[in-house]
């Protein structure tokens, strides 16, 4: 099987006196499918383009299967990859499309023409073979992008963006597709996104970039229960900031304390927060609401609020809750028939604190709203 | 509240009305009177004469010689537009910005000023290169003959290439990088790329380039004017001008010209009509979504031969040329050698300040470009105001009406001016300034239309709506949303027509009587007249206005943008 590792060391790329990537490391195991995710200008698509060897890198290697590629030319890297808005030549037939990255190594007429029928059927577009592509939907585009990108069986597939000129079901449908397919090759993939959905449903493991830096990598539900940093939690999923302060009662105790809740003691299990101006970070769907006069279980920690606004969005009601100064948003699950709290009634709001995360805030960032 | 609710009749169908007046007046009476002319012999409809009148070898000739030249030009200035755009899109080549801009210069330099140069310097005798390489290095015969094919072919080459320039770089930066790239990591090497992908890709902007290339060399006056009619080279437009102009309005050589001008005519509506298919047909989505620099080819130990070779042919083609007009307009007698006791001030004084003739003809074309930019600017902008935002039936009439003059020769033009308004319907301005007013107008309909239409485009019909809407009256609207909005348009129109009627001569040169020369055709009599330092030394001053009208509008137009 043509199964590589890859590994990125000390990786710097600028255009110019831009610095566009800074220090970035990676290894991807053979077979992974491995998720960039960050937001557009993170530099994800460069990192990409690197791999591809459109780019040469400022400093630091790429190893792919231990071999240094910095003097390998794109043609010869043995990679197939698909482009953002798919660079289709719309001058040429959709078998030419996808034979041009054959033609170059295969003369043999019969042959080719074998193998890009077979790439064709099995991306379910054997149909589309004499169209041009600007005759085809834009799934069906999608899949002739990637058939040209797999024909030639490259040991590497590299996916920027490709699901960002879909509409939101047929982006679902092509993912999990993509994921099937990709299994069943066995190719070590990269999927460059700015679509937390499409890394966190079908990666292996995510690497989530920003400013041109690698903020965290790791499997889907521990960068999303797990976020390294405030960056990472606001990029992945959606989460509440309330801002604080951490100090350490003993070893496995801290209190955290905020004009607006007030002084809340709660034990830690796994790695201590730091000391200071912090902002306590829950995702909407760990809180929950409670009547105000309700009994205070003693697993949860109980903040006392008012509800300002509500959503209704079929399986959540989304509660806007005022807390002293600060506003927070709430999933509460809704079951037929339940009705939702009007806006001015008193709640009480409980959350486990080990499902919340504390990040350290510098003097100068908790001046600035963090609400954004 | 509403004043016109018995809209069967009203404003809309008043302005059709006056639009459809105008364009019938200025452009479809004189083109039916000039196939009228052709076909309608002694009340019959006749082909025969025609085809007898293309069978003479005077016509013959001249149709042989327009399809020879616009063939070679459209080739020689294909070749040359593509190299220079792909050198300044693709490459490393020094300073690509600056010698982008360089490479549109010749687009503002009127060609006949430049084949006047070139006569200058490369006519057998008289040329001054000629002479330079006969006397001083003993050549036996002069290098270069410009009263030939080639050197007709080589001066339009120098001022017509940017077309395809244009074209080509423009397709070259908008295209999407990924497309080559994604054939690069197919393995394909750059030959390979540039074989399949890319030229494939910018062949319809080529191909649209070079069409335009030849409708304009077909129809092209000037050059072959001052080039070929020592030798007997005539063309279309030059044996049209010397039908009307020496046979004195003799039936035989006006029934000549109007067939010669049916032949442009129709060459030239095969030619836009190709080129709007290339266009709509072979044009691809290829404009980039997110873009990334395309890989620069590494011009290596070619970089600076290459960039010399960029300068010398800008050098040659402009600074040389140039440099040509104003020196041999400063000559005290034209043939002396250019050292300074034989150059003076006295030609630019005599001509600015002392002749009536060149005095007049910058007046003439000053007011001339003035009141036509103006007329044509707010006729257009009515006009296209009905097109495109009134619902009047039949105002595809008006369209094609004011495209028409796009794809009509100013020879063709000019011929049906005359034929219209000398006499023939009780009004005759032939030898006055009214008939060459008329003229430009009709000529440059077209592209006042053009920037108006596409400056009403952008007015979506809802803000006018909004307008109403929050209670304005349909008069308030307009003053207050669309013409604000359309004023960038009809500024543009106005230069547009401004500056080419300036420096206009295929137009007025059939239409011109003594006391109506423009610039043009002045520059030109007094050429043919011998004047050679007199048409040099106006050549020059209009050399002078018509870059200062271009650096005023460039700076009209960034400020415009930066505000």
């Keep these: 099987m043509n199964r590589v590792t890859i590994e990125v060391r000390n990786l710097d790329f600028s255009y110019g006196a831009k610095p566009v990537l800074r220090n970035i490391n990676l290894c991807i195991e053979a077979g992974e499918l491995f998720a960039v995710l960050g937001p557009s200008g993170s530099g994800k698509t460069t990192l990409l383009r690197l791999l591809a060897g459109l780019e040469r890198p400022s400093a630091g290697s790429i190893r792919i299967n231990k071999t240094d590629v910095f003097d390998i030319p794109p043609a010869q890297r043995d990679v197939g990859m698909v482009f953002q808005n798919f660079s289709l030549w719309p001058h040429m037939s959709v078998f030419e499309n996808v034979a041009f990255g054959v033609a ?6 019969t042959e080719l023409e074998k193998r890009v029928d077979k790439i064709l059927k099995m991306l379910d577009i054997a149909e589309t073979r004499d169209f041009r592509p600007d005759c085809l939907s834009v799934g069906q585009q999608q899949r002739v992008a990637l058939a040209r990108a797999l024909v030639s069986e490259p040991r590497l597939l590299l996916l920027d963006d490709p699901f960002s000129n879909l509409e939101y079901e047929l982006r679902v449908q092509m993912r999990h597709d993509l994921y099937l397919l990709q ?36 499997t889907p539900a521990a960068i999303y229960d797990f976020p390294n940093s405030m960056e990472v939690a606001r990029f992945v999923g959606v989460t509440n900031f309330l801002p604080g302060n951490v100090k350490h009662i003993e070893s496995q105790l801290i209190e955290f304390f905020s004009h607006d ?30 009547p105000i006069d309700s009994f205070r279980d003693g697993r949860y920690l109980w903040l006392e609020g008012t509800i300002r606004s509500s959503e209704f969005l079929g399986e959540v009601v989304r509660y806007q809750i005022d807390i002293g100064s600060v506003s927070i948003s709430v999933n509460q699950a809704h079951f037929t028939c339940s009705s939702v709290t009007p806006s001015g009634t008193p709640v009480l709001v409980g959350f486990d604190p080990s499902r919340s995360r504390l990040f350290p805030v510098s003097a100068e960032m908790s001046s600035v709203s963090v609400y954004d | 509240m509403s004043t016109k609710t018995e809209s069967r009749f009203g404003t809309p169908e008043l302005l059709f009305g006056l639009s459809v007046a105008v364009l019938v007046i200025v452009v479809a009476v004189p083109m039916l009177l ?6 309608w012999v002694d009340g ?77 310097l490369l006519s057998p005798r008289a040329g001054y290169i000629n002479r330079f390489f006969m006397d001083v290095l003993g050549f036996d015969n002069p290098i270069f003959d410009i009263y030939t094919y080639a050197g007709i072919i080589l001066v339009e080459t120098m001022y017509l290439f940017p077309f395809v320039f244009i074209q080509v770089s423009g397709a070259l930066e908008r295209m999407d990088p990924t497309l080559e790239e994604s054939a690069r990591i197919s393995g394909a090497d750059l030959f390979t790329i540039t074989r399949k992908i890319t030229i494939p890709l910018v062949l319809p902007s080529i191909l649209s380039g070079a069409l335009l290339i030849m409708l304009y060399s077909m129809a092209h006056f000037g050059t072959v004017a001052v080039l070929g009619i020592e030798t007997g080279i005539y063309n279309i437009p030059t044996l049209i001008y010397e039908k009307i102009h020496q046979s004195a309005g003799s039936f035989a050589s006006i029934r000549t010209a109007t067939v010669l001008a049916t032949v442009l005519v129709i060459t030239a509506a095969i030619i836009l009509w190709l080129q709007n298919r290339v266009l709509s047909k072979g044009r ?8 990334f620099r395309p890989a620069e080819l590494k011009l290596r130990g070619l970089r600076v031969p290459l960039f010399i070779f960029c300068l010398a042919y800008i050098g040659f083609t402009i600074v040389l040329p140039t440099a040509t007009i104003f020196m041999v307009g400063g000559l005290k007698t034209y043939g002396l050698p250019f050292v300074s006791e034989n150059l003076t001030f006295a030609n630019y004084n005599h001509i600015l300040f002392e002749w009536d003739l060149t005095r007049d003809a910058i007046w003439n074309s000053i007011s001339l470009g003035l009141s036509s930019a103006l007329i044509t600017m707010f006729a257009g902008v009515i006009i296209s105001y009905v097109i495109v935002k009134m619902k009047v039936r039949g105002k595809g009439i008006l369209e094609f009406l004011g495209m028409l003059p796009f794809s009509v020769p100013g020879s063709v033009i000019a011929l049906g001016v005359i034929l219209a308004w000398s006499g023939k319907f009780g009004i005759n301005i032939y030898n006055t300034v009214w008939i060459i007013l008329l003229a430009y107008i009709a000529r440059y309909m077209a592209f006042s239309l053009k920037a108006n239409s596409a400056a009403l485009e952008q007015v979506h019909d809802s803000l006018v709506e909004a307008a109403r809407a929050s209670g304005a009256t349909m008069g308030q609207a307009l003053r207050d949303i ?12 106005f230069f547009l027509i401004f500056l080419p009627a300036l420096r206009e001569l295929t137009v007025s040169v059939l239409l011109y009587g003594p006391t109506t020369r423009t610039i043009g055709v002045a520059i030109y009599t007094l050429n043919e007249d011998g004047e050679t330092v007199y048409s040099a030394a106006l050549a020059g001053i209009a050399l002078i206005i018509i870059v200062l009208g271009e650096l005023l509008i460039k700076r009209l137009v960034t400020s415009k943008n930066n505000s």
């Design chain 1, 104 to 109: 170059e190594h295969h003369r043999n007429g």
């Design chain 1, 183 to 218: 299994r069943k090759l066995g190719i070590t993939s990269i999927l460059v996104t700015h679509d937390q959905e499409d890394a966190l449903s079908i990666a292996d493991r995510v690497a989530v970039v920003a400013h041109g830096t690698i903020q965290q990598v790791g």
């Design chain 1, 261 to 290: 809740i007030g002084h809340h003691r709660w034990p830690i299990s796994r790695d201590a927060p730091s000391e200071g101006p912090s902002v306590l970070s829950i995702r909407p769907h760990a809180l929950h609401i409670a």
């Design chain 2, 284 to 291: 691809y989505q290829i404009i980039a979504g997110k873009s």
């Design chain 2, 34 to 39: 000039i196939f009228f002319n052709a076909f």
């Design chain 2, 482 to 493: 669309v013409v604000p909005l359309v004023r960038p348009g009809m500024i543009a129109a």
């Design chain 2, 44 to 120: 019959h409809f006749n082909v025969t004469d025609v085809v007898k009148v293309l069978r003479h070898p005077e016509t013959y000739m001249a149709l042989w010689n327009s399809l020879v030249l616009s063939v070679g030009v459209t080739i020689t200035g294909t070749i040359v537009g593509t190299f220079f755009a792909w050198l300044v899109t693709r490459t490393d080549l020094p300073f690509k910005k600056t010698m982008k801009l360089l490479f549109l210069v010749p687009f503002m330099l009127p060609a006949f000023i430049g084949a006047l140069a070139w006569k200058m």
